[in-house]
Nanobody, 123 residues
Framework: EVQLVESGGGLVQAGGSLRLSCAAS????????IGWWRQAPGKEREGVGC????????NYTNSVKGRFTIASDNAKRMVWLQMNSLKPEDTAVYYC????????????????WGRGTQVTVSS
């Protein structure tokens, strides 16, 4: 089955850390970029960052620079989002998304989205 499955979300206090995982299956993992997106209640979805098959990482939102890190292991078909110094405004459902590139644009017809994992940061 072609799918992305996120895990690792939960409730954490401000200043804490979480590591989200994304497991890919059913497609040629090496041919796609994997992005992390998030959507908070009442807000539009936001691209957090993206890693290309080469390992090059791009970050879309300034608010996470220096705090969030993306890594991948092509052999394991896994991507991780390490989130440090979490803030209440990081509260959202986090999704991993397979795409042709790391453009940061929302293309639901071409992108493969996971179901998401909830991250809640308490103040």
């Amino acid at each position: 089955e072609v799918q992305l499955v996120e895990s690792g979300g939960g409730l954490v206090q401000a200043g804490g850390s979480l590591r989200l995982s994304c497991a890919a299956s059913g497609f040629s993992f090496d041919d796609y970029s994997i992005g992390w997106w998030r959507q908070a209640p009442g807000k539009e979805r936001e691209g957090v960052g993206c890693i290309m098959p080469s390992g090059y990482v791009t970050n879309y939102t300034n608010s996470v620079k220096g705090r969030f890190t993306i890594a991948s292991d092509n052999a394991k078909r896994m991507v991780w989002l390490q989130m440090n110094s979490l803030k209440p405004e990081d509260t959202a459902v986090y999704y991993c998304v397979a795409d042709d590139d790391c453009s940061g644009n929302y293309y639901p017809r071409r992108q493969l989205w996971g179901r998401g994992t909830q991250v809640t940061v308490s103040s």
